[in-house]
């Protein structure tokens, strides 16, 4: 004959099953991966524009770079959601995107306006810093276990968004790789070995 289950047991096993369902229809979870993928992408972005055939056109480069890292950072996104079968949950997907997008469409708009006025000196600065808003920003969506390293993230972002404010031109190149390159790679692992509980 079986021992009983205690009911406290039962009690706090439903209850965490209660906890995790409310966190996956209301947080939004971030692949590491998608991370080091940026960050390679970044990483590749930083060299080419840092050679003395590619620094004349460094803004395209890094154009070019954003639009493909935002393609498949955002495709790598979808397919962990619809993998974990949280794909039902449209909310934590909007929340983010509201948190993420309007920085990053400030950056688009900022960039064109100060490319016209010719003070792309600017641009580097400004990247940074709006980048940094919009990930801090999508962090408080982001599930428990990686919300902490994902604001953090956001806030190194930020603060080097203010040093290529303050440093010359010519650091600007270095400055946005480490940013958009070893930022990324860094976090995307730390995220990852976190969500895999390592």
Do not use: D
């Not at 590491?32 to 080419?48: P, S």
């Not at 498949?72 to 959601?81: K, Q, S």
């Amino acid at each position: 004959m079986q021992n009983p289950i205690p009911i406290e047991n039962q009690a706090l096993g439903t209850l965490a099953y209660i906890r995790t369902s409310i966190e996956s229809s209301g947080s939004m979870a971030v692949p590491g991966m998608a991370g080091i993928v940026m960050g390679g992408i970044g990483t590749l972005a930083a060299i080419a524009a840092s050679v003395a055939r590619g620094a004349p056109h460094w803004l395209e480069i890094w154009l070019i770079a954003a639009a493909v890292a935002f393609v498949v950072g955002g495709a790598m996104m979808a397919r962990e959601t619809a993998q974990s079968g949280h794909a039902r949950y449209l909310g934590p997907v909007r929340k983010f995107l509201l948190c993420l997008c309007p920085a990053l469409l400030a950056g688009a708009a900022l960039t064109f306006v100060l490319w016209r006025g010719g003070t792309t000196n600017l641009i580097p600065g400004m990247w940074l810093l709006l980048y940094g808003c919009a990930v801090l920003s999508a962090s408080t969506v982001t599930i428990a276990r990686t919300m902490r390293l994902i604001s953090i993230m956001g806030a190194l972002f930020m603060l080097l968004g203010v040093l290529a404010f303050a440093a010359p031109a010519s650091t600007h190149t270095l400055i946005l790789g480490v940013g958009f390159g070893a930022l990324h790679t860094i976090f995307g692992v730390l995220i990852g070995r976190v969500s895999h509980g390592h």
